[in-house]
């Protein structure tokens, strides 16, 4: 069945459009290519649009809903804008332990805001993820998918400080 | 066959049946949110826990999960188990809203049931409750999302089991969203099921939303008259209407699922137009006198004329027993007739379809979701019968082939072969593939004139060899098929298809395949009229007899003349000509407005009735409820007035052959049911194959197969070799090809608000060559000009259709009706673009 038989306007830009079109007349399984298209469109726009859920849809055959069902269940695919910096704070049983309450306080009071907001200046999103195999070196959080790791609010504030600098 | 003991009794069940499901067998009904029978299991509640005192498996586990094995004991009663499912329920509880009253789905609700069986009584969590938005989701299923636990039925069956991909679950966690990207119309035919399988409220039947309580309902098992499937239903009424129809399970017919035509089908019996009173000439009478009336104005035109003055139409609508009694009557009184087709070929596919199903060849429904190669000649599931396409895709999931050879631009919710041949190629296509598929060297006991028919079929080099090399690929797949089954359709196929269908089904046989053979039929009760349908006359005779003036009369039974017969402008002149027009009817149709006479009948729920499947499977419907004004429209929403009388309002409809009894009989007639049983009695003197059919208390619950008398048609005839020879199309013009569509067209869900509001718009189809070639593109207006007269519709352009024809939907609002011959030829200059 084809489940796209209206065209969505196409936002995304045309050489990238065209090299996943590629990519994806290569493969036996379009379908299989899902979370690498999503991935590459995030790269360039940070976030995913609907505009973006639709058009991967039609890129690959499915049907909005099927790929929003997989945008909405990965943690790394964010469906809103975030900052610049995103963080993700490990959530899961080791880091808890660990005492990962108090890292994501310090954060939210240092950053003055809730998970799953970010700040005004639009540098810094907060957000949790499970487990994300860094146990060792809990508590740990991931920053634009980077790990530290063990924390503790010093290490935090020079972190911080040095992204701030960094603007 | 694994042995085990539940709860101390023993029981020997079927190898793979779980044991959820072994102890149903023994009446014992284990807590279940995810488990369905017909979606199976996949351990997602948890709620369904037992204990495994001895065998493979020890402790508390979850019993749709675990296949029932020999020296199994287990306990659904031990403490362990039922303080595990406990606390799942109170679990599932903490987010549910306490507010049982004001859902709709109280009273049928699983979760309230196992919530009170499970012993959760007092809520002890105080906290906030998760809430979601709801999502409109079109006018069948209403949403409402704070009631969902997350058992994923509704997921599985929507995606994994019709195969939409428009509703599903988004987010995770505590945000676990079911519904759509967007609010919209849910896209599957079959969402209406959704309604039955969400063991919450999150999904309710929306028409009928806070009508009633089903212990409110009185409810009757039915089945449905919307196709020739006849799936089972539950019928609920209240206050003297229908307002919600259900799937009813059949182990043959449908399993657990019915469509959306059939569901929300039945509006016509509660139309607040239904003429529910007789009329003369358009006054409103009693019936005894519309009867005396009538009696008397039919003996003066037989007195004038004969009795061949007069002439009776019935329909595929009719019950059995109505369609009998009207045989009866005009083989007594010397009456033309009874037709109950308007088109004689469709007459001939239909007795050929119903003399050629064999008990060997014949498959049913459920049967199909067992073959490893399907294919399909000249038909569209999902427009003409949707539970086929729904039965199609079970086989198709368990790794079936499936190929359908059909020229009209063939939708199907999963991967199949389209061989999109013109009309006129359907036959050589198929013939073309079998004989591709099958070896001869390897047929058994093929008789000779099967190996003459196989040789007969042309070389496959006779057609291009684009359509070579799809016929060759798909050859191979039926070739390596074990059980493969013919499904053969008859609303666009030619005349001599459905007997080549049956011959092709043979030819498997004689190669050791287990082929089936499965036919659909235009009407519910198509195979029932056509086991009574006389050889000699036809509609189109009678017509002309009208016009010629030797028929006066014209008794019309349950048929909407003006709907069905191509010609409306010829049909209303005639009209104008008959002395006299006796119509009996449920529905408030065109013809009936023309009656001189009128005798409102009962609808199915109202006066039950026999319907035989396209399978020749004879269905008997009790009864729902008697026949009288819904109280809603007495009552214009307020209290019922309060005037005693000893009749029910509008009851005044009789069941068809109570009423056709009444009509020719001068002495006071026995009650319905009597009048029934007589008919019935009577029926193998009218075709002996109802000779075997046992009383009709005594037939099992899915019916039972009338076979008509074998040999009575010839198998293996090569006349649609010669019918390859005549090239009808005269040159660069477009065949009609008139068709139904899954809502919109057929007649008796016409009359359903819920299911007008799913009507596409009125569009013809056309290949992308025609329509260029006629300067058109996708979404364009055009006057296409008929013989009566031009009609505009959009123009839908598509790739995946044979070229050389127009495919036009019978639809509600199109008017279609003005086509002097059929087949019908519309050429170029006749297509107009309409510029705006
Ligand atoms: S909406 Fe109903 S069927 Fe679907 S997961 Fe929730 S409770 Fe189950
Ligand atoms: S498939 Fe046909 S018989 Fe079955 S529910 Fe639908 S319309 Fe009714
Ligand atoms: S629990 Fe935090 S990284 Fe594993
Ligand atoms: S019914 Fe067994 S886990 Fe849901």
Redesign the pocket.
């Given at each position: 069945m084809d489940h796209n038989e209206d065209v969505i306007h196409p936002m995304l830009p045309a050489k990238l459009r065209t090299s996943l079109a590629e990519h994806i007349a290569r493969v036996d399984h379009p379908r299989e290519l899902v979370v690498d298209v999503m991935f590459a469109i995030q790269d360039q726009f940070g976030f995913l649009s609907d505009e973006a859920v639709e058009e991967v849809a039609q890129l690959l055959n499915m049907s909005p809903l099927e790929v929003e069902e997989l945008a909405t269940f990965y943690t790394f695919i964010y469906r809103e804008p975030v900052g610049k910096y995103v963080i993700h704070v490990c959530d899961s049983v080791v880091c808890w332990m660990d005492g990962y309450e108090s890292i994501q306080d310090h954060l939210r009071s240092k950053l003055g805001i809730e998970m799953g907001e970010t700040t005004s200046d639009g540098l810094f999103t907060l957000l949790p993820v499970c487990c994300i195999g860094y146990c060792d070196r809990s508590p740990a959080i991931l920053i634009n998918k980077e790990v530290y790791g063990p924390l503790t609010p010093e290490k935090l504030d020079e972190i911080l400080e040095n992204l701030r600098a960094q603007g | 066959m694994p042995k085990l003991i539940i709860d101390d009794r023993e029981i020997e069940v079927p190898a793979g049946t779980k044991v959820i499901e072994a102890a149903e067998r023994l009446g014992i009904k284990i807590p279940r949110f995810c488990y369905h029978p017909g979606l199976g299991s996949v351990g997602a509640c948890r709620v369904c826990a037992v204990k495994f005192l001895e065998g493979p498996f020890k402790g508390v586990q979850m019993s749709c999960m675990i296949d029932a094995k020999d020296g199994m004991v287990v306990s659904t009663t031990d403490e362990e188990a039922v303080n595990f499912r406990q606390y799942v329920i109170e679990w599932l509880m903490l987010n549910h809203p306490h507010d049982c009253p004001v859902c709709d789905e109280g009273g049928h609700c699983l979760l309230q049931d196992m919530t009170v069986s499970g012993g959760h009584g007092i809520r002890r969590y105080l906290g906030l409750k998760r809430t979601y938005h709801d999502q409109y989701l079109g006018p069948l299923v209403q949403h409402e999302m704070n009631r969902?636990?997350?058992?994923?039925?509704?997921?599985r069956f929507y995606q994994e089991f019709t195969g939409y991909h428009d509703l599903g679950v988004m987010q995770i966690g505590s945000r676990t969203f079911?519904g759509r990207y967007q609010d919209g119309t849910l896209e599957s035919p079959f969402a209406g099921n959704l309604s039955d399988?969400?063991?919450?409220g999150?999904?309710t039947d929306k028409p009928s939303r806070f009508f009633g309580r089903r212990w409110d309902y009185q409810r009757s098992p039915s089945i449905c008259i919307n196709c020739s499937l006849g799936c089972h239903t539950v019928a609920s009424g209240r206050y003297r209407e229908v307002v919600r129809q259900e799937a009813r399970y059949s182990e043959a017919v449908n399993g657990y699922f019915i469509c959306d035509r059939g569901r929300y089908g039945f509006f016509y019996t509660s139309n607040e137009e239904r003429p529910r009173q007789a009329l003369v000439d358009g006054k409103e009478v009693s019936y005894d006198q519309a009867i005396r009336e009538a009696r008397e104005k039919l003996g003066e035109l037989i007195k004038s004329t004969g009795p061949d003055a007069v002439a009776c139409v019935s329909s595929e609508r009719s019950s059995l027993e109505t369609q009998a009694m009207l045989k009866k009557i005009c083989q007594t009184k010397g009456w033309q007739g009874p037709h109950y087709f308007l088109d004689e070929s469709m007459a001939q596919k239909v007795k050929s379809a119903s003399s050629r199903l064999e008990s060997g060849l014949a498959v049913s429904l459920r049967e199909l979701e067992s073959a490893d190669f399907i294919l399909v000649i000249g038909a569209d599931p999902v427009n003409e019968a949707p539970m086929l396409a729904l039965a199609m895709r079970q086989a198709q999931r368990r790794g079936g082939k499936i190929a359908v050879i059909d020229p009209r631009p063939v939708s199907l919710p999963f991967e199949f072969h389209h061989l999109n041949v013109t009309p006129n190629e359907v036959n050589l296509c198929a013939s073309l593939l079998v004989k591709t598929a099958v070896d001869l060297g390897a047929a058994t006991d093929l008789e000779q004139p099967g190996i003459e028919f196989y040789q007969a079929i042309p070389k496959l080099e006779t057609v291009s060899s684009s359509l070579q090399e799809q016929i060759a690929k798909v050859a191979q797949e039926l070739k390596e098929s074990k059980r493969p089954i013919i499904v053969c359709g008859t609303e666009t196929v030619r005349q001599t298809t459905p007997a080549l269908a049956a011959d092709h089904a043979l030819l498997l046989q004689a190669t050791n395949k287990q082929a089936g053979l499965f036919y659909l039929l235009p009407g519910a009760n198509s195979f029932s009229a056509s086991l009574l349908a006389s050889e000699d006359g036809s509609f189109l005779e009678t017509l002309e007899g009208i016009e010629n003036g030797t028929i006066k009369g014209l008794i019309l039974v349950e048929r909407d003349l003006l709907l069905h017969f191509h010609d409306r402008q010829r049909m209303e002149l005639a009209f104008e000509k008959l002395e006299l027009l006796v119509v009996l009817d449920y529905v408030n149709s065109r013809t009936q407005q023309r009656a001189h006479i009128f005798l409102p009948t009962s609808t199915l729920y109202e006066a039950g009735g026999i319907f035989i499947t396209q399978e020749g499977r004879l269905q008997v419907v009790p009864r729902a409820h008697l026949s009288g004004t819904p109280i809603a429209q007495v009552s214009g929403g307020n209290h019922p007035p309060r005037i005693y009388e000893s009749e029910i309002p509008g009851g005044e409809p009789r069941p068809g052959w109570q009423a056709l009894a009444e009509l020719v009989h001068e002495e006071p007639q026995p009650d319905e049911n009597t009048t029934r049983s007589s008919v019935l009695n009577g029926l193998s003197e009218l075709n002996p194959a109802f000779a075997t059919i046992p009383a009709i208390d005594e037939l099992p619950e899915d019916g039972m197969r009338v076979s008509s008398p074998e040999e009575s048609s010839p198998r293996f005839s090569l006349d649609w070799i010669h019918e390859l020879e005549r090239k009808e199309s005269p040159d660069k013009s477009l065949e009609l090809v008139l068709v139904n569509w899954t809502f919109s067209t057929e007649e008796l869900s016409q009359y359903s608000p819920p299911l007008m509001k799913l009507e596409k718009e009125a569009a013809v189809f056309m290949h992308v060559d025609d329509a260029t070639s006629l300067g058109l593109s996708d979404s364009d207006k055009v006057t296409i000009l008929l013989d009566r007269g031009a009609l505009e519709a959009s123009v839908s352009v598509k790739e995946n259709m044979a070229p050389g024809i127009i495919v036009m939907p019978r639809h509600r609002l199109l008017e279609w009706q003005k086509i002097e011959t059929l087949p019908k030829f519309v050429s170029h200059e006749e297509i107009k673009k309409v510029s705006v």
């Amino acid at each position: 069945m084809d489940h796209n038989e209206d065209v969505i306007h196409p936002m995304l830009p045309a050489k990238l459009r065209t090299s996943l079109a590629e990519h994806i007349a290569r493969v036996d399984h379009p379908r299989e290519l899902v979370v690498d298209v999503m991935f590459a469109i995030q790269d360039q726009f940070g976030f995913l649009s609907d505009e973006a859920v639709e058009e991967v849809a039609q890129l690959l055959n499915m049907s909005p809903l099927e790929v929003e069902e997989l945008a909405t269940f990965y943690t790394f695919i964010y469906r809103e804008p975030v900052g610049k910096y995103v963080i993700h704070v490990c959530d899961s049983v080791v880091c808890w332990m660990d005492g990962y309450e108090s890292i994501q306080d310090h954060l939210r009071s240092k950053l003055g805001i809730e998970m799953g907001e970010t700040t005004s200046d639009g540098l810094f999103t907060l957000l949790p993820v499970c487990c994300i195999g860094y146990c060792d070196r809990s508590p740990a959080i991931l920053i634009n998918k980077e790990v530290y790791g063990p924390l503790t609010p010093e290490k935090l504030d020079e972190i911080l400080e040095n992204l701030r600098a960094q603007g | 066959m694994p042995k085990l003991i539940i709860d101390d009794r023993e029981i020997e069940v079927p190898a793979g049946t779980k044991v959820i499901e072994a102890a149903e067998r023994l009446g014992i009904k284990i807590p279940r949110f995810c488990y369905h029978p017909g979606l199976g299991s996949v351990g997602a509640c948890r709620v369904c826990a037992v204990k495994f005192l001895e065998g493979p498996f020890k402790g508390v586990q979850m019993s749709c999960m675990i296949d029932a094995k020999d020296g199994m004991v287990v306990s659904t009663t031990d403490e362990e188990a039922v303080n595990f499912r406990q606390y799942v329920i109170e679990w599932l509880m903490l987010n549910h809203p306490h507010d049982c009253p004001v859902c709709d789905e109280g009273g049928h609700c699983l979760l309230q049931d196992m919530t009170v069986s499970g012993g959760h009584g007092i809520r002890r969590y105080l906290g906030l409750k998760r809430t979601y938005h709801d999502q409109y989701l079109g006018p069948l299923v209403q949403h409402e999302m704070n009631r969902c636990i997350h058992c994923y039925r509704c997921s599985r069956f929507y995606q994994e089991f019709t195969g939409y991909h428009d509703l599903g679950v988004m987010q995770i966690g505590s945000r676990t969203f079911f519904g759509r990207y967007q609010d919209g119309t849910l896209e599957s035919p079959f969402a209406g099921n959704l309604s039955d399988i969400c063991p919450t409220g999150v999904y309710t039947d929306k028409p009928s939303r806070f009508f009633g309580r089903r212990w409110d309902y009185q409810r009757s098992p039915s089945i449905c008259i919307n196709c020739s499937l006849g799936c089972h239903t539950v019928a609920s009424g209240r206050y003297r209407e229908v307002v919600r129809q259900e799937a009813r399970y059949s182990e043959a017919v449908n399993g657990y699922f019915i469509c959306d035509r059939g569901r929300y089908g039945f509006f016509y019996t509660s139309n607040e137009e239904r003429p529910r009173q007789a009329l003369v000439d358009g006054k409103e009478v009693s019936y005894d006198q519309a009867i005396r009336e009538a009696r008397e104005k039919l003996g003066e035109l037989i007195k004038s004329t004969g009795p061949d003055a007069v002439a009776c139409v019935s329909s595929e609508r009719s019950s059995l027993e109505t369609q009998a009694m009207l045989k009866k009557i005009c083989q007594t009184k010397g009456w033309q007739g009874p037709h109950y087709f308007l088109d004689e070929s469709m007459a001939q596919k239909v007795k050929s379809a119903s003399s050629r199903l064999e008990s060997g060849l014949a498959v049913s429904l459920r049967e199909l979701e067992s073959a490893d190669f399907i294919l399909v000649i000249g038909a569209d599931p999902v427009n003409e019968a949707p539970m086929l396409a729904l039965a199609m895709r079970q086989a198709q999931r368990r790794g079936g082939k499936i190929a359908v050879i059909d020229p009209r631009p063939v939708s199907l919710p999963f991967e199949f072969h389209h061989l999109n041949v013109t009309p006129n190629e359907v036959n050589l296509c198929a013939s073309l593939l079998v004989k591709t598929a099958v070896d001869l060297g390897a047929a058994t006991d093929l008789e000779q004139p099967g190996i003459e028919f196989y040789q007969a079929i042309p070389k496959l080099e006779t057609v291009s060899s684009s359509l070579q090399e799809q016929i060759a690929k798909v050859a191979q797949e039926l070739k390596e098929s074990k059980r493969p089954i013919i499904v053969c359709g008859t609303e666009t196929v030619r005349q001599t298809t459905p007997a080549l269908a049956a011959d092709h089904a043979l030819l498997l046989q004689a190669t050791n395949k287990q082929a089936g053979l499965f036919y659909l039929l235009p009407g519910a009760n198509s195979f029932s009229a056509s086991l009574l349908a006389s050889e000699d006359g036809s509609f189109l005779e009678t017509l002309e007899g009208i016009e010629n003036g030797t028929i006066k009369g014209l008794i019309l039974v349950e048929r909407d003349l003006l709907l069905h017969f191509h010609d409306r402008q010829r049909m209303e002149l005639a009209f104008e000509k008959l002395e006299l027009l006796v119509v009996l009817d449920y529905v408030n149709s065109r013809t009936q407005q023309r009656a001189h006479i009128f005798l409102p009948t009962s609808t199915l729920y109202e006066a039950g009735g026999i319907f035989i499947t396209q399978e020749g499977r004879l269905q008997v419907v009790p009864r729902a409820h008697l026949s009288g004004t819904p109280i809603a429209q007495v009552s214009g929403g307020n209290h019922p007035p309060r005037i005693y009388e000893s009749e029910i309002p509008g009851g005044e409809p009789r069941p068809g052959w109570q009423a056709l009894a009444e009509l020719v009989h001068e002495e006071p007639q026995p009650d319905e049911n009597t009048t029934r049983s007589s008919v019935l009695n009577g029926l193998s003197e009218l075709n002996p194959a109802f000779a075997t059919i046992p009383a009709i208390d005594e037939l099992p619950e899915d019916g039972m197969r009338v076979s008509s008398p074998e040999e009575s048609s010839p198998r293996f005839s090569l006349d649609w070799i010669h019918e390859l020879e005549r090239k009808e199309s005269p040159d660069k013009s477009l065949e009609l090809v008139l068709v139904n569509w899954t809502f919109s067209t057929e007649e008796l869900s016409q009359y359903s608000p819920p299911l007008m509001k799913l009507e596409k718009e009125a569009a013809v189809f056309m290949h992308v060559d025609d329509a260029t070639s006629l300067g058109l593109s996708d979404s364009d207006k055009v006057t296409i000009l008929l013989d009566r007269g031009a009609l505009e519709a959009s123009v839908s352009v598509k790739e995946n259709m044979a070229p050389g024809i127009i495919v036009m939907p019978r639809h509600r609002l199109l008017e279609w009706q003005k086509i002097e011959t059929l087949p019908k030829f519309v050429s170029h200059e006749e297509i107009k673009k309409v510029s705006v």
